[in-house]
Nanobody, 115 residues
Framework: QVQLVESGGGLVQPGGTLRLSCAAS????????MGWYRQPPGEQRELVAT???????TYADSVKGRFTISRNNAKNTVYLQMNSLKPDDTAVYYC?????????WGEGTLVTVSL
C-alpha cells in the first residue's frame, strides 16, 4: 500500500519561498514517477511538476524557472522548492506517485501566498 505524506505548506508573502516535502512508502514500481499537483480555490487540479526515479523532470509552464522538483530515492522523499511565489500559486498542493503517472495521492498541504 502506498502512503504519501506532505509537509511544508503555509502562509508566505509574494516573492517568498517555501519548500514542500513528501515522504512516501510503497513498492519501487509505485514510486517510479513522483510529482506535485495543485488545486487553486474554485479551480481544477493541475500538474505542477513530475520527476522519474532517474531524475527526469517536467514542469508546468507557469512554474518553470521558479519551482524545482527533486527526490531522494534512498529516503523515498520528493521535494518541491518554490521560489518567487505569486498569489496565483495559492493552492492545495498534492504529492503523487505511480508507475507512469499520478495513481496515488497524498492528502495535500495548503500554500497561501498573500500579504
Amino acid at each position: 500500500q502506498v502512503q504519501l505524506v506532505e509537509s511544508g505548506g503555509g502562509l508566505v508573502q509574494p516573492g517568498g519561498t517555501l519548500r514542500l516535502s513528501c515522504a512516501a512508502s510503497g513498492s519501487i514500481f509505485s514510486l517510479a514517477v513522483m510529482g506535485w499537483y495543485r488545486q487553486p480555490p474554485g479551480e481544477q487540479r493541475e500538474l505542477v511538476a513530475t520527476i522519474t526515479r532517474a531524475g527526469s523532470t517536467t514542469y508546468a509552464d507557469s512554474v518553470k524557472g521558479r519551482f524545482t522538483i527533486s527526490r531522494n530515492n534512498a529516503k523515498n522523499t520528493v521535494y518541491l522548492q518554490m521560489n518567487s511565489l505569486k498569489p496565483d500559486d495559492t493552492a492545495v498542493y498534492y504529492c503523487t506517485s505511480g508507475l507512469t503517472g499520478p495513481q496515488h495521492w497524498g492528502e495535500g498541504t495548503l500554500v497561501t501566498v498573500s500579504l
